[in-house]
């Protein structure tokens, strides 16, 4: 019977085709919209991304997000090493200070200050130089994408002249020699990120009281990370979060206060719609004209069950298929714009999402037809 | 046959496709690992300070009592000293020729002392004669009663000319002790840390930006470790530590418990700027380094661990 | 036993309406008919008169209103639905007016259908439906699509798909009328050579007269009831009444 009922699918090759393509389409308009709304929140945290080595951000109570930065006192890095289970605890700055291109222009970068003893916290690839090179007098590592881009000197008559180690730069008014370029994952904002040690840091920033921005913490061997942060938290009065967790609120926060997965939300349940309404009515008017046959099997014999069975694995057949497809084209796009500023990520839970979002709107699909099938009596087949 | 398959088999690449991009893109980055791995503490509760290495006998700014040009310098950055060396000296021409001058004024009213004595015997004499000639009538009383007072005025005269010497001498004595007020001498025994003053520059008496000269005790070091006051509470007199030397955490020492500073103050942080921010408030614990053979000098910091066994 | 009677099909006061109210449409006034094993019974009338209501209440694929119907001893009303497609499977084979041939299905492929649905395994099935199109006549066109075949092929193909899995009752629906008559008459030859068995009936609905000669007993119906049943002159009628 299953191979009756693929025959009879594919030999109305039209409408196989349509199905097919409407669900496809659907496919790769919720898979491809996901995957770039995922990649822009990804991008929410892709700082944290950046630093892996910590377990545990501290942050000041009143952080939001990642990029709310609400500075600590300086002693704090040593209240929160005096908590027990603490393997190490380095301060880190960042902020976001003017840099002066020498054409004149001004750029916002992204500095980030690491503990100048261990430089925890440094860029995940240095692409060229070494991160021990911050040691040097003045010394920034600058990504490569700023440093290509919009720290650039950019000459009169137009050309661009990438950023290179031995160029000086100018931050906040203070000098600033090239000792490194470094691969960051793109930020939100798409600003240049600048490393330095946090000393240097404190100089470049402007005065303020406090320029402190996280303690980042490893637990010791065996320590549970959340009880940790609890007795963080009740030890030092600050805010402690493991990395998932500060990715979440971090994410969370970009959820609640801006219209992105509105707006991305929108355009996966238009997919998902235009998928029930393409592949939906195919299906249906495929089962309908085939309805005579359908109304044949059932005179001979064919069970409801079976018969239910069979629109059952169409609707899989081509389920299957537009999904595979739809979600192959997605893949493509991401692939194809891999080297532009267009965010994608596809966790396998993506994946997982989009053959879901496919598996419903087949069996939204389907349930007309079986309907139609299980109403259908089979004394038709005598009707002319 | 082929048109047949084709879906079916586009889908499976499909599939294919976004797994291979599923795995590709979800390989995370390996971290650098850190340039120097971070201090671990030997306890299982402590209270975590920033230290700073000092002397036994805190680091002496030396200044000078009067200000001048420098005009010779003793000692240098390292010198071993005792209490009472010298360590420099101010130019002290000036006091050298005061004292001349004073020295013969002294001479001076030294002989004007002989002069009055010599003037009152004189006049004595001449009064002792006067008294015959007036007994036998030869000369008037007028005459006689003059010479009286010539002699007493020749004695006033004779004293005011000793107090004049005793002047002159205290005059003589101040300018000596000014000459010695130019050499600045050490106050304890120990180490020149640090020489900012050289020949040819002027010295300024009173609190400078800079010191003079530092020195200090270096036999054993001190540590100052600052421990933010939220953490104050959970330290305890006498508490064993450990400090590690920035940069290697291999390099560490055991620390001597020696005196809570008993005054909180506010803690500076270490900008390098010409003006210093206060940051919070800090207690200030003094230790003492055990290790001798440990290679640190005064000034550097150490990352610094103090037991708090609850 | 009613095997014992040598019937194979019995109707009595069989009655069925369509609809309701105004629209009430009395298809069956109450039939009684009883076909013998190895019959061929021709029902015969003019459009309307019910013949197609009786063959699908007789098939099990329409529900009676009234009175009694007995196919080889088995009731339809006391079967559920699921024992009905199950009976239907094993028992009926069908020929269409239309053919309802699936067009994307081979002629071997389609006429391996009943047996498929009785659960065979594929392969089995089309050697068994090649055969019985062989018998047929189309053991060359095994691999054609419906579209591929002119009328007669198409009827013969639903021939060997009614017979393919040797049911005891074969139900026709006109299987002439779409074809001219001489195809007709061939399919007609076809049918009674190859369908009629000693255990088996065939009730052929057909208001085509020129094969009243392949009947054993016609009957004829006007507005819902049997007028007539007339024996034909046919041998294998008089074979079996000795």
């Known amino acids: 019977m299953n191979f009756i009922a693929l025959k009879m699918l594919i030999g109305d090759r039209a409408k196989y085709l349509g199905i097919i393509f409407g669900l496809a389409f659907a496919s790769l308009l919720i898979t491809q919209q996901m995957a770039i709304f995922l990649g822009l929140m990804t991008r929410t945290y892709g700082f944290l991304t950046d630093t892996p080595q910590p377990d545990i951000w501290v942050v000041d109570p009143k952080v939001q997000y990642i990029d709310d930065l609400k500075p600590l006192r300086e002693t704090d890095v040593l209240r929160v090493r005096g908590v027990e289970g603490v393997a190490w605890a380095v301060r880190l700055y960042k902020g976001l200070l003017k840099a002066r291109l ?33 040691r040097h007098n003045d010394a920034i590592i600058v990504d490569n994408v700023g440093a290509d881009g919009k720290l ?41 990120v600048v490393y330095t040690t946090y000393s240097r840091a404190t100089v470049f920033a402007p005065r303020e009281r406090k320029l402190m921005s996280f303690v980042l913490v490893k637990a010791n061997p065996g320590y549970d990370l959340s009880e940790l942060c609890q007795r963080i938290r009740k030890t030092t009065g600050l805010a402690a979060y493991t990395k998932d967790e500060i990715k979440t609120i971090t994410v969370r926060y970009y959820m609640k206060y801006t219209g992105i997965p509105v707006n991305f939300g929108i355009t996966v349940i238009l997919g998902f719609i235009v998928g029930v309404a393409i592949a ?74 989009s053959a879901v979002a496919i598996a419903l709107i087949c069996i939204i699909s389907s349930f007309l037809s079986m309907w139609r099938i299980v109403k259908l009596e089979p004394a038709i087949v005598f009707k002319t | 046959m082929i048109r047949k398959y084709l879906p079916p088999v586009l889908a499976v690449f499909g599939i294919g496709f976004a797994i291979w991009t599923v795995i590709a893109g979800n390989k995370e980055i390996p971290p650098l690992p850190p340039v120097v791995d971070p201090s671990a503490p030997p306890y299982k509760s402590f209270v975590a300070g920033s230290g700073i290495v000092e002397t036994n006998t805190e680091n002496i700014s030396i200044g000078t009592c009067i200000s001048g040009v420098v005009s010779e310098v003793y000692v240098s950055v390292g010198t071993k000293i005792k209490t009472g060396d010298s360590l420099f000296k101010l130019d002290d021409r000036d006091l050298k020729a005061q004292l001349e001058v004073r020295q013969s004024a002294l001479r001076e009213s030294e002989a004007e002392v002989k002069v ?105 070091l001190n540590v100052r470790v600052d421990v933010d006051e939220n953490d104050a509470w959970r330290l305890r007199a006498g508490a064993p530590a450990v400090a590690f030397l920035r940069g290697n955490r291999e390099i560490q020492t055991p620390l001597k418990f020696v005196r809570f500073e008993p005054f909180i103050v506010p803690k500076k942080s270490l900008t390098g700027d010409s003006v210093e921010r206060v940051d919070t408030r800090v207690l200030q614990v003094i230790y003492s380094i055990e290790r001798k053979d440990l290679q640190v000098f005064a000034g550097q910091q150490m990352d610094v661990y103090i037991d708090a066994a609850d | 036993m009613i095997e014992m009677n040598n019937i194979a099909v019995r109707c009595e006061g069989v009655t069925k309406t369509y609809g309701s109210g105004s629209t009430e449409v009395h ?25 197609t209501t009786l063959i699908s209440i007789i098939a099990g694929v329409l529900d009676r209103d009234g009175g009694e119907c007995e196919v080889f001893g088995s009731d339809f009303n006391e079967m559920n639905s699921r024992e009905r497609a199950l009976y239907r499977s094993q028992n009926v084979g069908f020929v269409f007016q239309l053919f309802n ?12 259908a009943p047996l498929m649905i009785r659960g065979l395994k594929r392969r089995e099935a089309l050697d068994r439906a090649c055969e019985v199109l062989d018998r047929v006549g189309l053991g060359d066109r095994t691999r054609s699509l419906p579209s591929e075949l002119s009328g007669g092929q198409l009827q013969r193909v639903v021939i060997a798909r009614a017979i393919v899995h040797n049911p005891r009752l074969i139900v026709c629906d006109e299987p002439t009328s779409a074809l001219d008559h001489e195809t007709g008459h061939k399919v007609m030859e076809l049918l009674h050579n190859v369908a009629i068995g000693i255990d088996r009936v065939l009730i052929v609905v057909t208001h085509d007269a020129r094969i009243f000669e392949f009947a054993s007993r016609i009957a004829s119906m006007d507005d819902g009831h049997i007028m007539q049943v007339v024996n034909s002159h046919h041998d294998l009628e008089q074979k079996k009444e000795n």
């Open chain 3, 27 to 51: 298809a069956l006034r109450g039939i009684d008919l009883e076909v013998r094993k190895g019959e061929l019974m021709m029902l015969v009338g003019p459009s309307g008169s019910g013949k």
């Open chain 1, 280 to 353: 939906g009515q195919t299906f249906y008017n495929f089962t309908q004209d085939n309805i005579r046959y359908f109304g044949t099997l059932k005179a001979m014999g064919a069970s409801d069950f079976m018969l239910l069975k069979m629109v059952l694995l169409q609707a899989a057949m081509v389920g299957g298929i537009g999904y595979g497809m739809g979600v192959g084209a997605a893949s493509t796009f991401s692939f194809l714009s891999g080297r532009t500023e267009l965010s994608f990520c596809m966790p396998w839970q993506l994946l997982v999402a």
């Open chain 3, 101 to 112: 041939l699936i067009p994307a299905l081979t002629a071997a492929e389609n006429a391996a």
């Open chain 1, 102 to 134: 020498p054409n004149g222009t001004f750029q916002n970068c992204i500095v980030v200050g690491l503990d100048d003893e261990t430089l925890i916290g440094g860029p995940p690839v240095i692409l060229e130089g070494e991160l021990s090179n911050l």
């Open chain 2, 116 to 220: 009055s004595r010599a003037t009152l015997a004189d006049l004595k004499d001449q009064l002792v004669r006067a008294k015959i000639l007036a007994g036998k009538r030869v000369i008037s009383d007028d005459e006689l009663e003059r010479r009286r007072y010539a002699v007493e005025v020749a004695e006033a005269k004779l004293i005011k000319a000793r107090t004049e010497v005793v002047s002159a001498m205290a005059y003589v004595n101040e300018t000596k002790v000014n000459l010695e007020r130019a050499i600045v001498r050490s106050p304890v025994d120990g180490e020149v840390l640090q020489v900012k003053i050289h020949t040819g520059e002027y010295a300024l008496a009173g609190i400078t930006e800079t010191p003079l000269m530092l020195i200090g005790n270096a036999e054993p």
């Open chain 1, 152 to 192: 650039a000197n950019v000459t009169p008559d137009g050309r661009r002249i990438p950023l290179r180690i031995g160029d000086t730069m100018e931050l906040n008014d203070h000098r600033a020699i090239v000792a490194g370029i470094c691969r960051v994952t793109r930020t939100f904002q798409s600003q240049p």
